[in-house]
């Protein structure tokens, strides 16, 4: 068992100074330097299993450190194999962003007349349009809701004003022609309250279309 476990103690000090090369290495180099130390840790894995099964074969004195040994060669291993892994993820996440910035960057120039543009990016355009087309929503819908609530509470006080008005002239005792002039002007007023409900929808739906 001692010459297997000196020789993935070695091993897994070669790779943790392999380590070090990951930072160093070009692009070119990069994956082959990771292929590479994957191999290595691999490899420190499969001994680490014989070793395992060679300490539970120590004599009974011995067992107990080798087993001890061995877990501590094992936790080192795991410590490497989520190191390696976590800078595959931070290559992958700067090699996209990499992809991306070149792919802006790539973007030609267009002229029209003296101005020169830059095509945006249709995903992002889109998505600024719908946050304004919403925002635009929004707007409408709390304007015309103050505007339904404040027809509403026109509607409302001119009920109380032509009622009070009735009660008044049966206490006047005025005529009838004077009631039916009332009763005209309050019919008036609700027809130019549903007029302007309606203004007020066909207002909003042609805001809406010009947005989109």
């Known amino acids: 068992m001692e010459p297997l476990y000196q ?10 100074s392999h380590m070090g090369r990951l930072e160093t290495a070009d692009k070119q180099a990069l994956h082959l330097v990771e292929k590479e130390i994957q191999a290595s840790i691999d490899q420190v ?3 680490l299993e014989r070793l395992e099964i060679l300490s539970s074969k120590e004599p009974p004195n011995k067992r107990q450190n080798a087993k001890l040994r061995v877990d ?9 194999q989520t190191a390696l892994r976590n800078f595959q993820h931070r290559r992958y996440a700067r090699e996209q962003q990499e992809r991306q910035r070149e792919e ?11 101005d020169t543009t830059i095509p945006m990016d249709e995903s992002l355009q889109f998505n600024s349009s719908l946050h304004n087309i919403h925002h635009g929503m929004d707007d409408l819908i709390g304007g015309g809701h103050s505007i339904l609530e404040g027809l509403r509470a026109q509607r409302l006080t001119l009920k109380g004003t032509q009622k009070k008005i009735l009660d008044i002239a049966n206490m006047l005792g005025l005529s009838n022609t004077v009631m039916r002039l009332i009763e005209k002007r309050a019919f008036q007023d609700k027809y130019l309250m549903i007029g302007g409900m309606l203004l007020t ?3 909003m739906f042609l805001v809406v279309q010009y947005l989109t």
């Open 7 to 16: 020789q993935t103690n070695k091993q897994v000090h070669e790779v943790q």
């Open 104 to 114: 802006l960057l790539s973007r030609t120039f267009t002229t029209n007349d003296s």
């Open 201 to 203: 929808c066909v207002v």
């Open 72 to 80: 501590q060669l094992k936790y080192d291993a795991q410590h490497l």
């Open 45 to 47: 894995f499969s001994r």
